[in-house]
Each structure stands twice: as structure tokens, then as C-alpha cells.
């Protein structure tokens, strides 16, 4: 099975802030994407990281 992927925009819908916040958080490393061309895509595990960082 296959690991969901969300773009920048889902992810700014989920955690109720902006798609700049999510690009910056993106950036700093706080939340692990694989940028393609100018765009950052989040796997469903990278996001579930940054929500629950104490999990393993």
C-alpha cells in the first residue's frame, strides 16, 4: 500500500494556518518534504512526525 502524499495546501488546511507558514516550516526542516521543482509535497508519516514528535 501506497503512503499518502499532501501538497502545501492540505497541509495549511489541516493545521488551520497559511500555506506561507507550512512552506517556512518546510524550509526550516520542521516538517520533512521532498521539494519538486517549486513545489514541497508531505508524506502522511512526515506529518504525523511534526503533530505527534514524541511518537515512534
Not at 26 to 40: H, L, M, Q, T
Request: hydrophobic share 35%.
Amino acid at each position: 500500500m501506497t503512503e499518502r502524499i499532501y501538497k502545501v495546501g492540505e497541509i495549511a488546511e489541516m493545521l488551520k494556518i497559511n500555506r506561507r507558514a507550512v512552506r517556512q516550516l518546510c524550509d526550516e526542516g520542521r516538517i520533512v518534504a521532498v521539494k519538486i521543482g517549486r513545489e514541497y509535497r508531505i508524506s502522511e508519516s512526515a506529518y504525523q512526525k511534526f503533530i505527534y514528535p514524541d511518537s515512534e
